[in-house]
């Protein structure tokens, strides 16, 4: 073992007087250390991960899911309904008396029923104007209840009943109140209404709101905040173990164990520590990367569901583990040849899916045990890291066994430019060639050679009687030069067929 060990490790010597446990140990305390770095977790400290993620959007907010406290406060102090200026609006106004013409010149009709409507009408809110006035996603945009509610799309003409029984329901509450009384095609036709209105609402409340500057500025802001707090995060952690490591060093090199030369030590040690960090700001700002890309990512997901908390650390994790192989591939801070810089970059996705699925294991187990307090939490973090451990170890032995790895490679390298150059080189050598013998060839012995042959088969078409057909070809070859293999060693075919020692060549 110990010899294995010495010629796959060209610097591990270990001392002929120490124990081969120690130096063994000595020799991969740094990579000990780097594993402390890569698990260094600070995210209960300085991430206050919430439902939702960190920015307000119109989905979130419809079920109650705020961010801002102060947007969420003026929302709950908007004020009540108030009916009359809903329906004394202008665009209100302007279309009821259109309906009012079309009545008085017999061509308006029930938008819902399709039937005449000749008196008692009424202009309905088709999503009700209450609907609108409560919307969390319309106070949000910051549009006007009154100009969404009446735009032309929301109002249409009905019978006064059907509106005055609807009041402030919902197209889809009031069907399913009144489903015996109304006529199948009378509720697809209030549905498509609904359809038409409620999108044309919706489309207006996110446009406005997603063009602001209000979301942009939120959206930048928390962007900002969780990259200072990734990199900080990582620059802790790298100060951390960088240091240790130089104060380790310093000490295994003092011989005298006063004070001052125990000061003078860690002194150095954190000077050393410290320029380590400098040199290693490219993990820093990697991160800092990764926390932007996760708020946004975080958002671009809430804008149409809604992520729990747990759900917005696995993104943030992911997003850490992609940005961490895109800089790999990239930029190859290491100066990896390009088999290596991509077997490191599939190493760091496999560590980031072993992530995840430790992360969705804690999940789910923690619901379970959720009642058991904090061995509940102990034992759901056990199930997450040996799962993790497992997944990790089986990718990694994929990876480095598999062969999958290697096959991959070798497809890469089938299509580098290189290798395309050459096809393209080799296939016009061919071509030309190919031009070459074209020019070399006689045309009119070619032209010649196709009216005989074509002669010839028109020749055959018209012969009835096997035998006949038969002299016809042997005439035809022995004209054109062409012998057959049996001729050169028999009379005829039936001879050489009866002949058990011929054998038939193909020249």
């Not at 008196?119 to 609108?132: C, G, M, T, W």
């Not at 850490?320 to 930029?331: E, N, R």
């Not at 071509?431 to 050679?449: G, S």
Request: contains cysteine.
């Amino acid at each position: 073992m110990g010899n294995y060990i010495t010629d796959v490790i060209d610097d591990y010597n270990p001392s002929l007087e120490e124990p081969i446990f120690n130096s063994f140990i000595l020799f991969f305390q740094d990579a000990i250390l780097d594993s402390i770095l890569k698990t260094f977790d600070l995210e209960f400290l300085i991430f206050k991960d919430k439902d939702g993620g960190n920015v307000d959007t119109v989905h979130n907010v419809r079920i109650g899911v705020w961010q801002n406290e102060e947007a969420k406060k003026e929302y709950e102090d908007r004020g009540g309904y108030d009916k009359n200026k809903y329906h004394r609006y202008e665009n209100y106004n302007k279309k009821n008396k259109v309906i009012s013409e079309q009545r008085k010149n017999g061509t308006l009709y029930d938008a819902y029923t399709g039937e005449h409507l000749l008196d008692k009408v009424d202009l309905d809110h088709v999503v009700s104007a209450k609907e609108i006035h409560d919307d969390p996603g319309r106070f949000l945009s910051g549009l006007r209840g009154e100009e969404l509610a009446n735009r032309d799309s929301n109002l249409q003409p009905t019978s006064r009943s059907i509106n005055r029984s609807k009041r402030a329901d919902s197209m889809s509450d009031y069907i399913e109140k009144k489903k015996e009384k109304i006529a199948p095609d009378v509720q697809s036709r209030m549905m498509e209404c609904d359809n038409i209105a409620r999108s044309g609402i919706n489309h207006e409340i996110n446009r406005t709101y997603y063009t602001s500057m209000a979301f942009w500025g939120s959206l930048t802001q928390t962007s900002l905040i969780s990259a200072a707090k990734m990199g900080g995060r990582r620059a802790f952690g790298v100060a951390f173990i960088e240091i240790l490591r130089c104060v380790r060093s310093e000490f295994s090199c003092v011989n005298d164990c006063s004070i001052p030369s125990l000061l003078c030590s860690i002194a150095n040690g954190f000077r050393n520590g410290l320029d380590a960090v400098m040199r290693r700001y490219c993990d820093i700002i990697a991160d800092s990367v990764s926390g932007v890309l996760s708020n946004i990512v975080t958002t671009l997901i809430n804008v149409f569901i809604t992520t729990f908390a747990d759900t917005v650390k696995i993104i943030r994790n992911i997003t850490t583990y992609v940005v961490s192989a895109l800089k790999v591939l990239l930029f190859n801070p290491q100066n990896l040849p390009f088999t290596a810089r991509l077997r490191e970059a599939m190493k760091i996705l496999a560590a980031g899916t072993s992530a995840l699925i430790g992360n969705v294991v804690r999940m789910k187990i923690s619901k379970v045990v959720c009642s058991l307090g904090d061995i509940g939490d102990a034992l759901s973090d056990f199930c997450a890291h040996f799962c993790s451990f497992l997944v990790n170890a089986f990718l990694m032995l994929f990876i480095e066994r598999g062969g999958f790895f290697d096959k991959m490679v070798y497809w890469l390298r089938t299509l580098s430019v290189d290798n395309t150059i050459e096809y393209y080189r080799e296939q016009a050598e061919y071509f030309e060639k190919y031009a070459a013998d074209l020019l070399d060839y006689d045309l009119e012995a070619f032209r010649q050679d196709v009216m005989c042959y074509s002669q010839f088969a028109d020749k055959i078409s018209i012969i009835p009687d096997d035998r006949e057909l038969n002299v016809a070809l042997k005439e035809f070859l022995h004209s054109r030069g062409i012998v057959m293999s049996w001729e050169k060693t028999h009379d005829d075919f039936d001879a050489f067929m009866k002949d058990k020692n011929a054998r038939m060549s193909f020249e």
